[in-house]
């Protein structure tokens, strides 16, 4: 018969897609990994159940015990599926930036969720990330820990940075990837460079994160933003920043005008954050001399995490009335 034996084997193996509609008349090779054709719909899948997996093989979380995650939604969606699979409960607590549908739909997946305000500094109790680690405490539960957790690089380092080279054939110039917690791109960007030392590892930062600015170190004063899922205000442990090769600051409208654009010429529809890596890689790739490079940009998750914020015509004319205007 040809069937798997469970969803946990249908994480990773994502496809390539050469996006020459979106990329036309460019003078570089476009190309998107589809993250978001995981089984629960981003890159996350990866590491959800790769992080359940070792605590489990490491005894830190016991049959039946209870997982608690800082998340920006998607990481909790990958621990939901290794939750319900494996007997799991599951806690996530995300700040109040995470799109409704996002907070819904893990409701809808078990998991219990709480909100903490947004805007609140890395170190600040009512940050996400503190207060996942206050309930983990109180309630005897496994953190997995996804910014420090070094099962996060790991898995990007044994699965999507070999796909990505098999895939490609050899053939990558740039990898480009946004940060959140810097697994993807740690990984990736690690395993890439150890088999080809000249690819260049592109940050995609959103405007108002401070990553760029500390990749070119500069200080800055963190603002808020509209895309999901990366960008920080402090290095996360699970981000060697120094494997970057170049970081480009992208816009809340020019990552939407991109996530749009890529819709309805490559009929691929994903998230905020695939869209300011979309935007950040044609930026680059645009600055590098000569003809024929192969880009690859990852494309984190898809877009029905952001029916009631991107893709709503009324949340977009208050809060990106440019985005909306005027097409890429
Ligand atoms: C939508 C989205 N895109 C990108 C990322 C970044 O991935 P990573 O945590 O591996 O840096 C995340 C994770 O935080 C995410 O939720």
Redesign the pocket.
């Known amino acids: 018969m040809n069937v798997s034996d469970s969803i946990a084997s249908l994480v990773g193996n994502t496809p390539v897609v050469r996006l020459s509609h979106f990329a036309e008349g460019a003078k570089f090779n476009l190309f998107g990994k589809c993250e978001f054709l995981n089984p629960g719909g ?3 899948d990866r ?1 959800g159940f790769h992080m359940v997996k070792k605590a489990v093989e490491s005894g830190a979380l016991r049959p039946g015990g209870t997982i608690v995650e800082a ?5 909790g969606i990958g621990l939901a599926l290794a939750a319900n699979l494996y007997g799991f409960k599951l806690i996530t607590v995300m700040s109040q930036k995470v799109s409704k549908d996002k907070v819904k739909l893990l409701e809808a997946l078990n998991s219990e969720t709480v909100i903490t305000a947004s805007g609140k500094a890395w170190g600040d109790p009512e940050h996400f990330m503190s207060r996942a680690k206050a309930i983990a405490k109180e309630r005897g539960a496994w953190l997995a820990d ?2 420090y957790n070094q099962n ?1 690089i790991e898995v ?1 380092y044994e699965t999507t940075g070999p796909e990505i080279w098999e895939q490609m054939d050899g053939k990558v110039d740039v990898f480009v ?11 990736v960007g690690r395993y890439l460079k150890e088999r080809n030392p000249a690819v260049k590892i592109v940050l995609a930062d959103p405007c108002g994160s401070l990553l760029a600015a500390m990749y070119e170190g500069k200080t800055g004063t963190s603002a808020s933003y509209l895309v ?3 960008g920080q205000d402090f290095v ?1 442990g ?2 060697d920043i120094s494997l970057v090769d170049g970081a480009i600051q992208v816009s809340d409208e020019e990552s939407v005008r991109a996530a749009k654009k890529v819709l309805r010429t490559e009929a691929m529809f994903v ?4 869209g300011c ?1 979309l935007h950040a890689a044609v930026t680059y790739a645009q600055s590098l001399p000569g003809d024929g490079k192969n880009v690859v940009a ?1 494309l ?2 898809g877009g029905r ?1 952001y029916l009631s914020t991107i893709y709503n015509p009324d949340w977009l004319s208050e809060k990106l009335p440019l985005a909306d205007q005027q097409a890429e």
């Open positions: 981003s890159v996350k590491i998340t920006a939604g998607n990481t996804q910014f996060n990007h990837a946004g940060v959140g917690t810097g697994g993807t791109l740690t990984g999901e899922g990366i996360p699970n981000f998230g905020s954050s695939s890596i990852i984190p998750d995490g």
